[in-house]
Nanobody
Framework: QVQLVESGGGLVQAGGSLRLSCAAS????????MRWFRQAPGKERVLVAQ????????YYADFVKGRFTISRDNAKNTVFLQMNSLKPEDTAVYYC?????????????WGQGTPVTVSS
């Protein structure tokens, strides 16, 4: 099992910045990637960014490229999402996800979510 605790959400004006954190504990050696998703009211949960644990390769959804940066602190098993130039449409609950592999099977673990509200 992997436990995830998120922090850093809040209210910010358009054009502002926020930094989300997600600390992983438990079977962290099994983690192969960590991801941030978001879910806006009435919409599906969508992938925002991903970082691979083995090589730190990253992926960004088109709607955040150039504005958001995903990074990690290996020593603390923590992943960050730096969000700059925020827009009202970035308003959502942001969820941290850890994908792990155990004996060939993949498992997904989720944080509790942290709300981000961007005012215009």
């Amino acid at each position: 099992q992997v436990q995830l605790v998120e922090s850093g959400g809040g209210l910010v004006q358009a054009g502002g910045s926020l930094r989300l954190s997600c600390a992983a504990s438990g079977r962290t050696l099994s983690i192969i990637a960590m991801r941030w998703f978001r879910q806006a009211p009435g919409k599906e949960r969508v992938l925002v960014a991903q970082i691979n644990w083995s090589d730190s390769n990253t992926y960004y959804a088109d709607f955040v490229k150039g504005r958001f940066t995903i990074s990690r602190d290996n020593a603390k098993n923590t992943v960050f999402l730096q969000m700059n130039s925020l827009k009202p449409e970035d308003t959502a609950v942001y969820y941290c996800n850890a994908r792990s592999r155990n004996f060939g099977s993949l498992n997904d673990y989720w944080g509790q979510g942290t709300p981000v509200t961007v005012s215009s």
